[in-house]
C-alpha cells in the first residue's frame, strides 16, 4: 500500500510560482514511475509532467512545457512539480500519481498507468 500527499498549492497572482511536494509512504519509492495530473471543473483530468524511476527522463504536456519542472528526491521518498509563469489556465486540482513496482524504467504518460493516486491540492491563479 502507497499513500501519496500533496502540499504546496494556494492562491497565485499570474507571473507567480508555486513548488507542489508529493510524499510516498512505502520502501519502494525508486521503483515507481511518478506523474502529475491536474483537474479543472468541468473537464478531464489531464497529463500535466511525468517521470521516470532514476529521474533522468521527463515528459510534460505542451501546455506547460518551458514553464513547469518534475523533478525527485527517491532518498526522500518525494516528487515535486516547480511552476513558475502561472497562468489563470493553470487553475485547477493538482494530483500525484504512482506506478508500483514498475520494472520498465520510463515515464508514464496514460491515466490509466497509474494505480495510486493522492488527495489533490488546489491550485489557484488569478488574473
Known amino acids: 500500500q502507497v499513500q501519496l500527499v500533496e502540499s504546496g498549492g494556494g492562491l497565485v497572482q499570474a507571473g507567480g510560482s508555486l513548488r507542489l511536494s508529493c510524499a510516498a509512504s512505502?520502501?519502494?519509492?525508486?521503483?515507481?514511475?511518478m506523474g502529475w495530473f491536474r483537474q479543472a471543473p468541468g473537464k478531464e483530468r489531464e497529463l500535466v509532467a511525468a517521470?521516470?524511476?532514476?529521474?533522468?527522463?521527463?515528459y510534460y504536456a505542451d501546455s506547460v512545457k518551458g514553464r513547469f519542472t518534475i523533478s525527485r528526491d527517491n532518498a526522500k521518498g518525494t516528487v515535486y512539480l516547480q511552476m513558475d509563469s502561472l497562468k489563470p489556465e493553470d487553475t485547477a486540482v493538482y494530483y500525484c500519481?504512482?506506478?508500483?513496482?514498475?520494472?520498465?524504467?520510463?515515464?508514464?504518460?496514460?491515466?490509466?498507468?497509474?494505480?495510486?493516486w493522492g488527495q489533490g491540492t488546489q491550485v489557484t491563479v488569478s488574473s
Open positions: 512505502g520502501r519502494t519509492f525508486s521503483e515507481n514511475a
Open positions: 517521470i521516470n524511476r532514476n529521474g533522468d527522463s521527463t
Open positions: 500519481a504512482a506506478r508500483t513496482y514498475y520494472s520498465g524504467n520510463y515515464y508514464l504518460t496514460a491515466k490509466s498507468s497509474y494505480n495510486y
